[in-house]
């Protein structure tokens, strides 16, 4: 699998020799999963951090009654793990499961161990890569806790234009945090009020 829409993305926050980047591609795993694979179970432990080449995926909670509350969509060029897990070595508390077929580079964290030594600018590239997740973790449970349905899911297809057509109805209300019958009231009623 090419490295180089990872190689791209890296190149946003840290610069590297062709050396090191040859270093860095060296450690990567590949990994396709098919729609519906889990890329990792609750109460497994998060080896890895994956980047997503190709595809799309969901990571979510499981409550008592068998209900799933998404608490993200991951697609293309974004990493899929349980950041918990992986930096405790821990069960994970969330499941990762593709949506559609899922190309994936990975990163054990064993390996990721050795890459800071030999190329201390990537201590620098995850450790942004983790202040934003945990942003972004933040800004989802304050919208949450602070905003209403409509405007969540305003929100929402403004923050990602592609839901509607890679993402159910019922994951997308899961993550709003509403039922699908709400969510379908909604979307009527925003169609009404702004027909193109």
């Keep these: 699998m090419d490295p180089s829409l990872l190689l791209s993305n890296i190149s946003r926050q840290i610069t590297l020799t062709e050396e090191e980047a040859s270093y860095f591609t060296s450690l990567l795993k590949t990994r396709t999963l098919d729609a519906g694979a889990y890329l990792l179970r609750e109460g497994e432990v998060c080896r890895h951090q994956s980047f997503i080449v190709r595809g799309c995926m969901k990571t979510y909670q499981t409550d008592e009654e068998g209900s799933e509350h998404i608490l993200d969509f991951l697609i293309e060029e974004w990493w899929a793990d349980d950041l918990y897990s992986f930096l405790t070595a821990t069960a994970a508390t969330q499941t ?30 995850f450790r ?10 933040k800004r989802h449970i304050h919208s949450l806790l602070s905003t209403t349905a409509e405007e969540r899911y ?28 709400f969510l379908s009231t909604l979307r009527k009623k925003l169609r009404q009020v702004n027909p193109d």
Aim: charged share 25%.
């Design 96 to 125: 990762t499961r593709a949506i559609e077929e899922t190309n994936l580079l990975q990163v054990s964290h064993s390996d990721l161990q050795l890459l800071y030594v030999r190329v201390p600018k990537f201590e620098r590239f």
């Design 128 to 137: 942004i890569l983790f202040q934003n997740a945990y942003i972004a973790q």
């Design 154 to 181: 305003i929100r929402f297809c403004q923050l990602k234009p592609y839901a509607e057509e890679r993402f159910s109805q019922k994951d997308i209300a899961a993550y709003l945090g509403v039922t699908r019958q």
